[in-house]
């Protein structure tokens, strides 16, 4: 192989070096930002899942003081159940999906 052709092969492993250390770049920014992503998404689902529980025990509260044969108190305290179980869908939903990534913690 003559001098020129040599250089020309170099350059072309330069050329491809630098374009894989460009993509390697790229990738790790957009795994960073995903993972930046992933923890908002935590905080936000835990934040409006601590609200709701609070939300819940208000209301139980609520309904608590209402003398027990008021039909409204027994309404109340269906709604509250049936809410109760929502959250606890929520809850487990999150959990299941932290679980599957198992790369950081819920």
């Not at 020129?4 to 330069?14: E, F, M, P, Y």
């Not at 250390?21 to 795994?31: D, E, L, P």
């Not at 409204?72 to 932290?98: H, K, M, N, P, Y």
Request: charge should be positive; glycine fraction near 2%.
């Amino acid at each position: 192989m003559n001098n020129s052709a040599g250089n020309a092969v170099t350059i072309c492993w330069w050329v491809l070096l630098v374009l894989l250390a460009m993509v390697a770049a790229y990738c790790h920014f957009k795994v960073r930002r995903l993972r930046a992503r992933l923890r908002m998404f935590e905080e936000v689902a835990d934040t409006m899942m601590q609200n709701t529980q609070g939300l819940i025990l208000n209301v139980h509260s609520i309904a608590s003081r209402l003398p027990q044969d008021v039909a409204e108190r027994q309404s109340i305290e269906t709604v509250v159940g049936r809410a109760q179980d929502q959250l606890s869908q929520v809850r487990e939903r999150v959990e299941r999906s932290c679980v599957s990534r198992r790369d950081t913690p819920c």
